[in-house]
């Protein structure tokens, strides 16, 4: 069993940045890959971002590359979400998960566990 908790969520510009934070417990950490998903109201859960365990290979969606980086500690059990240049369309409850494996997968079915979210709200 992981626990996440997702933070550093919150309102801000177009055009402004935001760091979300993800802080796991449970079992070692350093044994699963981490994604970063989000879902806006009335529509499905989309994926965002996805770090391997060791770090060292990650993958993102198209709409959010060259602007968001993703980030992991194993030493802390954290992983982040560095939110640059962010734009209205960002906006979405932001989700942490990990799965069993070292792949940056982008499917939500291949996750086993999830943080509650955290809101992130973009204005223009």
């Known amino acids: 069993q992981v626990q996440l908790v997702e933070s550093g969520g919150g309102l801000v510009r177009a055009g402004g940045s935001l760091r979300l934070s993800c802080a796991a417990s449970?079992?070692?950490?350093?044994?699963?890959?981490v994604g970063w998903f989000r879902q806006a109201p009335g529509k499905e859960r989309e994926f965002v971002a996805a770090?391997?365990?060791?770090?060292?290979?990650?993958n993102y969606a198209n709409s959010v590359k060259d602007r968001f980086t993703i980030l992991r500690f194993n030493d802390k059990n954290m992983a982040f979400l560095q939110m640059n240049n962010l734009k209205p369309e960002d906006t979405a409850v932001y989700l942490c998960?990990?799965?069993?494996?070292?792949?940056?997968?982008?499917?939500?079915?291949?996750?086993?566990?999830w943080g509650q979210g955290t809101q992130v709200t973009v204005s223009s």
């Open positions: 449970g079992r070692t950490f350093d044994k699963y890959a």
């Open positions: 770090i391997t365990w060791s770090g060292m290979g990650a």
């Open positions: 998960a990990v799965r069993r494996g070292v792949g940056a997968v982008k499917f939500p079915a291949a996750y086993d566990y």
